[in-house]
Nanobody, 123 residues
Framework: QVHVIESGGGLVQAGGSLRLSCTASGRTSDIYAMGWFRQAPGKEREFVAASSWSGTPFLYADSVTGRFNISRDNEKNTMYLQMHTMKPEDTALYYC????????????????WGQGTQVTVSS
């Protein structure tokens, strides 16, 4: 069983930066990739970014390409979502999931999920 915990959310001004962490525990050897999704109130769930533990393959949503980057600390079983040039439209509950195969933006492909971390971008 894989357990996932997100952290790092908070309030940030538009144009600012924030780094989210996604830490896995348990049977981490089963994890091939992690993906980030977000959902704002009244909005549909939206794919953000995903990366395998090796860094390839990787995928970013068009809305965040060039602003968000995934990095990894394999020893800590943690992936980071570094968010720059943040916009009010980035305000959402962010959560990450793990998958034993490449799933990209395919939500049903993810097996284990964290509880989410709230990101609020003020203008």
């Amino acid at each position: 069983q894989v357990h996932v915990i997100e952290s790092g959310g908070g309030l940030v001004q538009a144009g600012g930066s924030l780094r989210l962490s996604c830490t896995a525990s348990g049977r981490t050897s089963d994890i091939y990739a992690m993906g980030w999704f977000r959902q704002a109130p009244g909005k549909e769930r939206e794919f953000v970014a995903a990366s395998s533990w090796s860094g390839t393959p990787f995928l970013y949503a068009d809305s965040v390409t060039g602003r968000f980057n995934i990095s990894r600390d394999n020893e800590k079983n943690t992936m980071y979502l570094q968010m720059h040039t943040m916009k009010p439209e980035d305000t959402a509950l962010y959560y990450c999931g793990t998958t034993g195969r490449w799933s990209g933006s395919y939500y049903p492909g993810y097996d284990s999920w964290g509880q989410g971390t709230q990101v609020t971008v003020s203008s």
